[in-house]
Every structure is written in C-alpha cells, then in structure tokens.
C-alpha cells in the first residue's frame, strides 16, 4: 500500500507527503514469441537504450513490480536487442498509488482473439486482514472458456471461478481463507480435470496474501494457430 509522510512542524499547519509513484509489472505471456525488450517511455518517444526497461525477457517471465513516477506513458516491445516495436500500448495513465499489469499476450501472426498485443490490468494489492485474496486470468491463447476448481480426494468440492475466457480475469479478487488448496482447470462446466493434471496443483495460502494466478502456453502445441508454442 502507498505510504504518506505526516510533516508537523513546530510552527505552521501539518501536512501531507504523499508516494506519487505508481507500480507497473510487465511481462511476457506470448508462447510463440521469442524473447523481446520492453520500452517505457514519455509520450511519442522513440525507443532507445536510455528507455529500454527490460531486456531479454522470455516466455513466461514477470517483471515483479516495478515502482515508477506516476504519469502518461508509452510502452512497447520488441525482438531482443532491436529498438524496432513490434507491440505498442500508447498512452497508458499510471495514477499515484495505482499498480498496473502490462501483460504481451496472444500469439504470433494470431488474428481476431488470438492477436498478439499488450494487455493491461488494474491490480488490486491491499490485502485484507485474515484472508487471502486471490485473482484468476486466463491467458492461454487457445483454451475454450474453463473453471477453476477446488479439489477434495480428487473430487469436485467448489467452483470458485465459471466461465472464465481469454483473456480475461475475474472482475474481484477472491477472498479466501488461509490453508492449502488443490486447484485444477476444467472447461467450462465439465466435471474432469485436466490442467495442470488430473491431480491438480497445490497452493499454499497465507493470511494477507495477494496473488494472481495466470494460465498461460499452448493447449494444441501440435496443430493449428499455437503449433510449435510453448505449452
């Protein structure tokens, strides 16, 4: 959470320093992208060395967040150690306080859903005492709209997240309880679990957490627009 410092002086009214900076977590979400450098630059800028934030990222590598002066910005990416942006998010208004996710997603040479771009989300970082909050995206280019699931002996116990699409994420986070949580990925109202396996994935939550949780890679890495991704 942003922190302020209270100024009260011997003589004269108190006031206010305020964190005008704001947080921004890039990262690279496109299974058939090689790796790429990211740009973050003031408004009609060109890329440039002196711009460059990032260098080298590969699929499906984060950023963290990276605190930054709160501001109107561009942000573009390109093929490793070139300057020419194949992705641009022009225009990107980064309050005072706020966190943002830039995300490259989609695929190479996809068209309509599946085009590549850069994506940005709000983040929602306060935590809340004795929870954990917990947000979903679906980010896999060629995965149908699926659930995400609770497991109990390897049984179907709860369905905290329905109907998820690409590429969207839930519109609030999920609070949840602390403890340990089997988790898996259905389609869409189907009641067997494929991904990450049949099994699931055990997630271990803390009170005060705050996570995101991302699908991402290839379902198909065989055939069709995400032949030859990762998966």
């Given amino acids: 959470s ?8 011997a ?4 006031f206010e320093i305020k964190d005008t900076r704001a947080a921004l977590r890039v990262a690279h979400f496109a299974p058939n992208v090689p790796a790429v450098d990211v740009f973050l ?3 009609g800028e060109a890329n440039s060395a002196a711009n460059r934030a990032l260098s080298g990222v590969t699929f499906p590598a984060d950023s963290g967040f990276l605190n930054v002066a709160s501001g109107t910005y561009d942000a573009s990416v390109a093929l ?3 300057l020419a942006g194949v992705l641009d998010l022009n225009g990107a208004a980064l309050a005072a306080g706020s966190s943002t996710s830039v995300f490259a997603i989609g695929l190479l040479n996809g068209s309509g859903d599946q085009a590549l771009r850069l994506a940005a989300y709000a983040d929602d970082r306060a935590a809340v005492a004795g929870k954990a909050k917990v947000r979903v995206l679906h980010l896999a280019p060629d995965a ?7 497991l109990n002996g390897g049984a179907i116990a709860a ?7 690409f590429p969207s994420a839930t519109s609030q986070a999920l609070e949840l309880d602390p403890g340990s949580y089997t988790l898996a990925v259905v389609p869409a109202g189907a009641s067997t679990p494929i991904l990450p396996t049949a099994a699931g994935a055990t997630l271990q939550l803390n009170a005060g957490d705050v996570i995101s949780v991302a699908a991402v890679g290839c379902l198909n890495t065989s055939t069709g627009a995400c ?3 990762a998966a």
């Fill in 2 to 9: 942003p922190v302020s410092l209270l100024v009260a002086p």
């Fill in 11 to 14: 003589t004269g009214a108190a």
């Fill in 41 to 43: 630059k003031a408004p």
């Fill in 80 to 82: 490793a150690g070139t």
């Fill in 144 to 150: 149908p709209a699926v659930d995400v699931v609770v």
């Fill in 159 to 165: 369905r905290p997240v329905t109907n998820l699409a």
């Fill in 227 to 229: 032949a030859g991704g």
